[in-house]
């Protein structure tokens, strides 16, 4: 895949700028983006051949835009397929009946008498209940781990974007009351500039040649001072405007920030009920497996496992399975973002600024200047208010030529009188208050400028990019993804190993069985499943067969049958039992 056009790398030593502008809080170089082992591997997901670089998405080439697009939406459909097709297969066992599914069908174990049980089938169900509790403890440990790893780094994300909001609010607030004190100095100060400006434009009524006849730069200077006031003037007006525009921008964009990040709450009460289910229901399942294993046969907690616990299990391994195939893709766009695009992973630092190049070419705006100077650590051949430092030059230049004009009417006033007809002091008076204001306005600017110093923009960019989108959010994420995944297989397993919580049902071959009429018993085979056919023969004829082992004790002591507890045998084929299905 080629390195897509318009990139810019971050440089690892920023150079300092080539022009005169004051770099407002002095050179400083932002930290740098550590990839981490999270992002590396959903990085690694299988696109089966389609895009992976997330830049491409801002391109005007529909082609990778559809690519890339078309690869999330194959991993996504790819691992729904997976765990819809296994709950297909678990209904289309459940329908079959034990009779062509065996145990997979939910029935309970049938064992052949062991004389008879050339498969050893008397084995499968302790292999399968330690199976099925292996799958519910691996299930509880995942469960652990999804809310210690996953929830936990959500909860992270959320507070680091939280502290990124408040620091944001902050600078805001800050440069409000910044904002309305130059509108109020800055309103009073063009008053006072209009009437400086009169003044100034009449300097010297009675005679305009005052310089040349009296070797004083008087008009010169006043005329520059007139000059400096105007532009200014412009500057005031249109920066306010900018400002103010900026800043509503700004308290728009967090106040909607601010509340996904309220409604952004993975620990609610679904999340709470979904992680209780996964701790709870398999501690029932087991518990009736383990009471099973003691010979314990309670038929009532039996009929609540199968009618209570297991279906909201089902619902339980449902919505894990879904959640695992959703987070899928947004894991994916994630590790994307954060490690930049094409060959060359310059991190979410550099996606961002391609993204940016993609959308607007090679603008070299105001706004490019800002996004790259505080997303390229601070790199100063970015720095983005060296026009504003220009104006503030400006501004300077407007005190300096009031204080000159103070100065040359005070040093002049008897020279000033005499040749030019005029009182001067509401110029003087009018100077000095044109003086304070820039002063005022000056010291105003100073403070916007260290408000919106590197490190305090980047820090916050820092906090939000590189440690809540792409440090904790990704963990998460990745954690949720991975946990999800073990535990809907365990899930899965632990539904279609749900005979474990049954007793076995046995089967002893004794003469009656010969001898009554069993058109259904044929030719020998076997099941899929492994049990004989001489079971489901029976079974098929409608007979439910349950009975123990021990097929010598019974034998030697008829009246000790059947037993008060446990398994029985079932020896004549007019016997029935209750049938039990999940």
Same mark, same amino acid.
């Not at 990839?35 to 997901?45: F, K, Q």
């Not at 049938?110 to 498969?119: F, G, H, N, S, W």
């Given at each position: 895949m080629a390195t897509p056009k318009n990139r810019d790398i971050f440089l690892q030593s920023p150079p300092m700028s080539t022009n005169n502008a004051t770099i407002y809080g002095g050179t400083y170089l932002g930290p740098a983006y550590h990839i981490t082992g999270s992002v590396l591997r959903l990085r690694a997901l299988p696109r089966f051949g389609y895009q992976h670089d997330i830049t491409e998405l801002f391109t005007s080439n529909p082609d990778e835009q559809a690519s890339y697009a078309t690869g999330l939406i194959v991993l996504f459909v790819f691992i729904l397929l997976f765990f819809l097709l296994w709950t297909s297969l678990l209904l289309i066992l459940k329908c079959m009946g034990p009779g062509n599914a065996g145990f997979l069908s939910g029935h309970p174990f049938v064992i052949p008498d062991r004389a008879e049980?050339?498969?050893?089938?008397?084995?499968?169900?302790?292999?399968?209940?330690?199976?099925?509790?292996?799958?519910?403890?691996?299930?509880?440990?995942?469960?652990?781990?999804?809310?210690?790893?996953?929830?936990?780094?959500? +909860?992270?994300? &959320?507070?680091?974007?939280?502290?990124?909001?408040?620091?944001?609010?902050?600078?805001?607030?800050?440069?409000?009351?910044?904002?309305?004190?130059?509108?109020?100095?800055?309103?009073?100060?063009?008053?006072?500039?209009?009437?400086?400006?009169?003044?100034?434009?009449?300097?010297?009524? &009675?005679?305009?040649?005052?310089?040349?006849?009296?070797?004083?730069?008087?008009?010169?200077?006043?005329?520059?001072?007139?000059?400096?006031?105007?532009?200014?003037?412009?500057?005031?007006?249109?920066?306010?405007s900018i400002l103010r525009t900026n800043l509503n921008r700004v308290e728009v964009w967090s106040g909607r920030a601010d509340d996904v990040v309220l409604e952004w709450n993975l620990w609610g009460w679904q999340f709470k009920l979904l992680s209780a289910g996964l701790f709870i229901l398999p501690a029932f399942l087991m518990m009736g497996v383990g009471l099973v294993m003691l010979d314990l046969d309670i038929k009532c907690y039996q009929k609540t496992l199968t009618y209570v616990f297991m279906p909201l299990f089902c619902v339980v391994t449902v919505t894990s399975y879904v959640v695992c195939a959703?987070?899928?893709?947004?894991?994916?766009?994630?590790?994307?973002?954060?490690?930049?695009?094409?060959?060359?992973?310059?991190?979410?630092?550099?996606?961002?600024?391609?993204?940016?190049?993609? =959308?607007?070419?090679? +603008?070299?705006?105001?706004?490019?200047?800002?996004?790259?100077?505080?997303?390229?650590?601070?790199?100063?051949?970015?720095?983005?208010?060296?026009?504003?430092?220009?104006?503030?030059?400006?501004? +300077?230049? &407007?005190?300096?030529?009031?204080?000159?004009?103070?100065?040359?009417?005070?040093?002049?006033?008897?020279?000033?009188?005499?040749?030019?007809?005029?009182?001067?002091?509401?110029?003087?008076?009018?100077?000095?208050?044109?003086?304070?204001?820039?002063?005022?306005?000056?010291?105003?600017?100073?403070?916007? =400028?260290?408000?919106?110093?590197?490190?305090?923009?980047?820090?916050?960019?820092?906090?939000?990019?590189?440690?809540?989108?792409?440090?904790?959010?990704?963990? &998460?994420?990745?954690?949720?993804?991975?946990?999800?995944?073990?535990?809907?297989?365990?899930?899965?397993?632990?539904?279609?190993?749900?005979?474990?919580?049954?007793?076995?049902?046995? =089967?002893?071959?004794?003469?009656?069985?010969?001898?009554?009429?069993?058109?259904?018993?044929?030719?020998?085979s076997r099941t899929g499943s492994g049990d004989s056919d001489d079971v489901f023969a029976v079974q098929r004829s409608g007979l439910e067969l349950k009975g123990s082992p021990e097929r010598h004790d019974r034998n030697q002591n008829p009246s000790l049958w059947p037993p008060r507890k446990g398994p029985r045998y079932v020896t004549d084929p007019n016997e029935h039992t209750e049938a039990v299905e999940l």
């Amino acid at each position: 895949m080629a390195t897509p056009k318009n990139r810019d790398i971050f440089l690892q030593s920023p150079p300092m700028s080539t022009n005169n502008a004051t770099i407002y809080g002095g050179t400083y170089l932002g930290p740098a983006y550590h990839i981490t082992g999270s992002v590396l591997r959903l990085r690694a997901l299988p696109r089966f051949g389609y895009q992976h670089d997330i830049t491409e998405l801002f391109t005007s080439n529909p082609d990778e835009q559809a690519s890339y697009a078309t690869g999330l939406i194959v991993l996504f459909v790819f691992i729904l397929l997976f765990f819809l097709l296994w709950t297909s297969l678990l209904l289309i066992l459940k329908c079959m009946g034990p009779g062509n599914a065996g145990f997979l069908s939910g029935h309970p174990f049938v064992i052949p008498d062991r004389a008879e049980d050339d498969q050893q089938l008397y084995k499968r169900p302790l292999r399968v209940r330690l199976a099925f509790l292996s799958s519910c403890i691996i299930l509880m440990i995942f469960s652990l781990l999804f809310v210690t790893m996953g929830l936990t780094n959500v +909860d992270n994300t &959320a507070t680091s974007m939280s502290a990124s909001l408040r620091q944001l609010g902050d600078l805001v607030g800050q440069a409000e009351v910044i904002a309305q004190k130059l509108e109020e100095v800055g309103n009073s100060a063009i008053a006072i500039r209009d009437s400086a400006v009169e003044e100034l434009g009449n300097f010297c009524p &009675a005679n305009p040649n005052l310089d040349a006849y009296a070797g004083v730069n008087a008009m010169e200077i006043a005329g520059r001072a007139k000059n400096d006031l105007t532009t200014l003037a412009n500057f005031i007006r249109d920066g306010l405007s900018i400002l103010r525009t900026n800043l509503n921008r700004v308290e728009v964009w967090s106040g909607r920030a601010d509340d996904v990040v309220l409604e952004w709450n993975l620990w609610g009460w679904q999340f709470k009920l979904l992680s209780a289910g996964l701790f709870i229901l398999p501690a029932f399942l087991m518990m009736g497996v383990g009471l099973v294993m003691l010979d314990l046969d309670i038929k009532c907690y039996q009929k609540t496992l199968t009618y209570v616990f297991m279906p909201l299990f089902c619902v339980v391994t449902v919505t894990s399975y879904v959640v695992c195939a959703l987070v899928l893709p947004v894991s994916a766009v994630m590790a994307d973002t954060c490690i930049g695009g094409g060959q060359a992973y310059g991190g979410p630092d550099d996606t961002v600024l391609t993204i940016f190049r993609n =959308l607007r070419g090679d +603008d070299t705006s105001i706004l490019f200047l800002l996004i790259a100077y505080y997303t390229q650590r601070c790199n100063s051949i970015y720095y983005p208010f060296g026009q504003v430092t220009k104006y503030l030059d400006d501004l +300077d230049g &407007a005190i300096d030529s009031t204080n000159t004009v103070i100065d040359v009417v005070q040093n002049n006033l008897d020279l000033l009188l005499d040749q030019c007809g005029r009182s001067y002091d509401s110029v003087v008076s009018l100077m000095k208050d044109v003086n304070i204001s820039l002063r005022t306005l000056r010291n105003s600017a100073d403070q916007t =400028l260290n408000l919106v110093q590197c490190r305090n923009i980047n820090e916050l960019y820092v906090n939000t990019v590189h440690d809540a989108t792409c440090t904790y959010s990704v963990e &998460a994420l990745a954690w949720i993804f991975g946990t999800s995944l073990v535990i809907s297989v365990c899930g899965l397993i632990i539904i279609m190993f749900r005979a474990a919580y049954y007793p076995e049902e046995y =089967l002893e071959l004794s003469k009656s069985w010969i001898t009554a009429p069993a058109s259904t018993i044929t030719t020998p085979s076997r099941t899929g499943s492994g049990d004989s056919d001489d079971v489901f023969a029976v079974q098929r004829s409608g007979l439910e067969l349950k009975g123990s082992p021990e097929r010598h004790d019974r034998n030697q002591n008829p009246s000790l049958w059947p037993p008060r507890k446990g398994p029985r045998y079932v020896t004549d084929p007019n016997e029935h039992t209750e049938a039990v299905e999940l």
